[in-house]
């Protein structure tokens, strides 16, 4: 993609001015202005949206591609339709996370940080989702399953892929 | 059950508690701001802070009057650099979801706090640093903030003391070290989580290089009791050197896993029988891990002390976070050593030496013990090198790091042992 | 001034500096790598701890700390070699070795790697990793540089020095924890004129030299203390040679000069020394429209005699040379136009040198951005100073072409690319050329007389700011040449008609007995970093 050809709508620009104003600096907002990016660009960032972003927050373009890389929830690659996280850190590890990740890799057929051939699902291994009492348990987009079961997995798997159809 | 004493979760123990303002209001919510800032001076209110021994609840256990006192007493002028508290709700560490309870809870509280300690530090603006994963919390809590924008709680002139004040909820982005305060300031002024070298002191040079003070949600939380109840009041709760109460989260292999609140100093083998309900399935217990990820595992014979920061130090340990992780007999502790590793190494900011080669490394030989490769010379070595991270880096990442990985190794060689080449 | 004790020595510190930063002044070593004195300080290798035992109010520190971070305290007491602390710099230097590929054998860094030096003195010897290391490729990143990430010690020194010094951060932090890795990204190649630093503060052979790759071993090098020649900052630069052949040219810390650093044009403008086909090896004259080479006895007295036929005096000789030449040069010169010849007529190129380079992004100190300028000669402001006619648009020296002279010298290669000057003076009866290359004046000439490059030679000159600096000898000049200031004091006829000059160093002495500028001002004046001279006679007179 070329440069210049990503940017924000007049609307979440505005938005991205308010954004501003809560902050000394333009650019100690880059956190939540790489996540408004995401939010509106299907939960990824496309080629173009770092140099886009450094302009808009006057800072260097490795300034920002080393903030992009450095945490966890940046992407740069368009996760599936049904972004599936697991935790399989030490309370939900050992409480069934481990299982659950597992089950799910054969139950889709790709490894955590892949998407299916549909698009349909991308899956994640995470560490502490901070509900740690709920182990084992599976985040789909924003949707929390707490103390989830593999046959609630694959009833969940079943039922998403049969409304697709 | 034990009772749990209720200071922090008393309105969310209660039958169909909203958690918004109104209904804060009602339990008597948002009087100590006001008693605050219509009838004492900030250096009053850091001095009540002081008197009540509060300590921090983040994992440092300092005290947090004693770090208010620590920000610039002068009113920062139109040439001088403006005061920041940025509130770490940042929760990370595996085992921790106390302050999650109180942001979705009763978000107000821990905001009154907050408010609070922006005047008592001469703030104009607050920052509360959610981890980006949490996006209910985050919308929760900017909820409970736009409601007191509205109130006319926040903003400009609030109730007419001429005191202005703003909050900024900052979502992070998944980065455990962004928990440590000065990599938290790295991350919220837009750059890689990077923990800072001390000094300066964040009081000193902070957010943006002003003076900051950083304290946690359930820290914050407590600050309206001890202002509308008095120092005393709070230091009632708990023992002399841990006063207060204390949310503590309780995970892993436990009949009733949750939050729940107690004294400071309570029972470590009494939270686990008589608020977690014992261990799950009637099992007996192997092990726990006292306070987070960071903290050293404990046996099942080590566990009858006090709860609370000084006890635990004592005992080798720590309550850091207040996390409980609880493991029946059934558990491999080269399982926990190996997922406990995986998460320090997946979550090291990888500037310091020691901890960046050192996690690697690490990582790499408790697979070995994994793949029932190892041998005597592979676990010393596992001990060698977890102790060469102690007190080598930057930030104290390092020293959890290496304490959590020679607790396994110490406390329980047979179970590494069990993994030797045949 | 206040003191603090390292292993019982005292050391003297300025209020507000670090341990290290003093304790490097004194001279001792503390192995080290994030640490660079012209960086932001991160204190993140950790290399360079040391126990603190005394804070100097009674209490140590009980961990260790590292002394690139720790501002220094009156009384303070440490120690870089008790067991504790050197058990700090062992198990860095075994962690940093984890993932190093230890391929120093062939390695452009090897002989002068930090890495190398600090692990056989504080390293323990001994790996007991037995797992995979990381593993990157290699690539050219730049026009003059090329990185190797498994070599990679994850100092930061790139990424900040391209942050804050440059501005336009080529080199980012990007990943994390053991993934963490600095580099550029493949759509973005480093353009600015400053890459050379990088390899020379990056400390193992992760950065390196593109230019001389694979050439020569970093050990193999003899060192010779210079000055750059490729513009008027005039940067401390050090030759490296072998063999007589330059390899490199590397920026010497001078503060009030270029600090730590120097540009790429800079560090290429040894290229020419090497250069074997047009470098000039022996006198020639010509006859009947060729060159022959001849004998220096020989070639002198033909000058000799061509010039009592010519007769020419006054404003019928005049003499140009460009701002290469040294002041000890240009000395001579006028000297010789005066006193052989009664002409004031030494005339050279006037550029009016700006900075040539602007930052991309806002800095705050743009520093390095001032040291290339457009004045590419090293020594314009001692042709002024020497009361050398040099103006604008050349107006005095195309008046003098047109008076006809009769005699021409010319020392070096002034006005080159002006061809009607080239043709005014192409019209004297004897041209006489002085330089160490051919070029079109030596096409010209009717006489060559090979001289010295500035490698090769003593001599002084003058930076853009007015400090006067020195060159020396690094390699040996062709048999038959001969230092500029010899042939220049026997075309005056010396030793019957005056002095005689064996290099730039007598000349200065003479010089410094004349008064002016340079009265009183001797080799030992100068010293290694330069001398600040007083704003020239015409502007205190402003």
Redesign the interface.
Known sequence: MRLGTVRFSEAVLKEVEALFARYPVKVNALLPLLHMAQRENGGWLQPGWDSYIAELCGTTLNHVRGVITFYNMYRTSAPGKYHIMVCTCLPCGLCGGAEVMEHLEKRLGIHAGETTGDGMFSLEEVQCLAACDQAPLMVVNEDMQKRITLEQIDRWVEDTRAKKA | MAEEKLLLLKNIRQQGYGGDYASYKKTGGGAAFKKALTGMTPAEVIETVKESGLRGRGGAGFPCGVKWSFMPKDLPGPDQK?HYLVCNAD???????K??VLMLGDPHMFIEGMMIGCYAMRSTHGYIYI??????AIRRVQAAIDELYKAKLLGKNILGSGVQL?L?V???????ICGEETAMLD???????LPR?K?PFPAQSGF?ACPTTVNNVETLANIPFILTEGPKAFAAFGSENNTGTQAV?????VEK???YEMDMGHNLKSILEDFAGGVRGGKKLKAL?PGG?SAPVMRADEIDVPYDFDSLMKAGTMRGSA?I?V?DED?DMV??AN??I??F??????????C??????IK?MIRQFGDDAGDEALLS?VHRAAG?II????CAFGDAVGGALQGFVQKFPEDFRNHFQS | MPTFYLDDQPIEFEQGETVLKAVLRFGVQIPHYCYHPGLAITAQCRQCLVEVTDMGNGRGMPKLQTACSTPASEGMKLSATSEKALWGQELVNEFLLINHPLDCPICDQAGECDLQDFAFAYGTGKSEMAFEKRVYGWRDVGTFIALERNRCIQCSRCERFSRDIVGSHDFGAFLRSHELTFDTWEDSPITHKFQGNLADICPVGCITNRDWRFKKRAWKFRKVESVCPSCSTGCNITLEHHQNRVFRIRPRENQEVNRWWMCDEGRVGFKPLNDRHTRLGEPQVRVKGRFQTAQWGAVMEAIAMRLKEIGAREKQVIALTDTHATNEEMFMLRRLLADGFGSQGVFFPLIVGKQQEKPTHPLEDDFIFTLITTDKSPNTEGAKRGDLIGDRDDKRLKAALKESPKVVIVLGAPFQQNSEIRAAVAKAELIVYIGAFANAWSEAADVVLPGYTYAEKYGTWINKAGRLQRIQPALNPPEQARDQVWILSALLGAPENGESFADGRAVLEAMAAQGGDFAGIGGEQIGHLGLQLKKAAKERKK
Not at chain 2, 91 to 97: H, K, S
Not at chain 2, 170 to 176: D, E, L, V
Not at chain 2, 187 to 193: A, P, Q, V
Not at chain 2, 391 to 394: H, N, Q, V
């Open positions: 403006p929760e990370a560490e595996p085992g921790t979801l302050d999650h981890r980006g994963e949490s996006p209910h703003d900024t900052h979502p992070g982005a998944g980065a455990y991350s919220l002024e837009g750059k890689r989580g070298s000094p943006n989260s309780i995970s892993g292999h896993p949750g939050v891990i990820a996390a992780m493991f558990t399982e926990v997922r406990t995986r998460f190494n997946h979550e090291s900011c990888g500037q310091c030496t020691p960046r080669e050192g996690t690697f490394w790499n070595l060469n007190g080598t880096t930057i």
